[in-house]
C-alpha cells in the first residue's frame, strides 16, 4: 500500500510564475490535507478536502493561492504569481474517514522561488 | 484558538540517556494531542496520540507520552534514545474527535552525540 505521492519533490520558479504541487493520498483515504512549513517553523495549516469539496479553508491566502481534489485524480495546490516569501515546504497529508486523528503525511513538495 | 508551545528549539542528549521533549498546550476543551516525528527531508510520522482515558501513552519507536492537564502539557519522553533518534519533534492540537486540522508547535530539534 503506496503512501502519500507528491511531486514533484522540488520546484523551483521565477517569481511571477506558477507553482502546481500534486497530491495523491493513500489508498482508500478520502480526506486531503495541506500545510505549509516555513524555514525553521512548524506546520501551518491551509486547506482541508473531501473528493470535489473544500470543507476548510481558513488557513489558505486570500489571493493567488486554490486548492482542489476532482473525483478522478490528485489533489493540486496552486500558487499563482509566486513570490519569494512562498517558497516553503508543502506537504500534503491523507486520513481515512474511519480513523480519527492519524494523518499520513507524504515526504512534501519544497518551492523555491528566484 | 488553540495553540502550541514547545519551548525547547534544540536538545542535545547523549546516546543511551534519557529524553523528555516539552510540550504546553492552550485550549478550552478536551484537547486531542498528538506527537509527530520528521527526520530530514522527510514527512512527519505520528509516534503518539491522545485522545481520552489513560493519560500515560505509549507509542511507536519506544516512546511514550503523559498528558497533564492541571499542567497543560503533553511531554514526551523516552527512556534511553538511539543515534537514530535524531529528527525534529512536533507536538500538535486538535480541535475535536475526527478533526485533523492539526495546530503544531514550532518544533525542536534532536541532536544525537556518541
Known amino acids: 500500500n503506496a503512501g502519500v505521492m507528491q511531486n514533484p519533490r522540488h520546484l523551483v520558479r521565477r517569481r511571477g510564475q506558477e507553482a502546481r504541487l500534486r497530491c495523491s493520498p493513500m489508498k482508500g483515504h478520502s480526506h486531503v490535507y495541506w500545510y505549509r512549513q516555513l524555514p525553521e517553523e512548524g506546520l501551518k495549516f491551509m486547506v482541508y478536502?473531501?473528493?470535489?469539496?473544500?470543507?476548510?479553508e481558513s488557513g489558505m491566502p486570500k489571493e493567488r493561492f486554490s486548492a482542489e481534489f476532482p473525483k478522478e485524480g490528485p489533489s493540486i495546490l496552486r500558487i499563482q504569481q509566486v513570490v519569494r516569501g512562498d517558497s516553503a515546504a508543502y506537504f500534503c497529508?491523507?486520513?481515512?474517514?474511519?480513523?480519527?486523528?492519524?494523518?499520513?503525511f507524504g515526504e512534501g513538495s519544497r518551492l523555491t522561488v528566484l | 484558538a488553540q495553540s502550541v508551545t514547545q519551548p525547547d528549539i534544540h536538545i542535545t542528549v547523549s546516546e543511551g540517556a534519557s529524553l523528555e521533549l516539552r510540550c504546553n498546550y492552550s485550549y478550552g476543551a478536551t484537547p486531542y494531542l498528538f506527537w509527530y516525528v520528521q527526520s530530514p527531508g522527510q514527512g512527519l510520522q505520528l509516534l503518539l496520540k491522545y485522545f481520552s482515558g489513560d493519560t500515560l501513552v505509549q507509542g511507536i519507536k519506544g516512546f511514550e507520552a503523559e498528558f497533564k492537564r492541571s499542567q497543560s502539557s503533553f511531554n514526551l519522553r523516552k527512556p534511553s534514545v538511539h543515534w537514530s533518534d535524531a529528527a525534529e519533534y512536533f507536538c500538535a492540537v486538535a480541535p475535536g474527535f475526527g478533526n485533523e486540522k492539526l495546530t503544531f508547535g514550532t518544533g525542536t530539534r534532536l541532536t544525537i552525540i556518541p
Open positions: 497529508a491523507s486520513s481515512p474517514p474511519w480513523e480519527a486523528g492519524e494523518l499520513f
Open positions: 478536502l473531501q473528493k470535489e469539496n473544500i470543507i476548510d
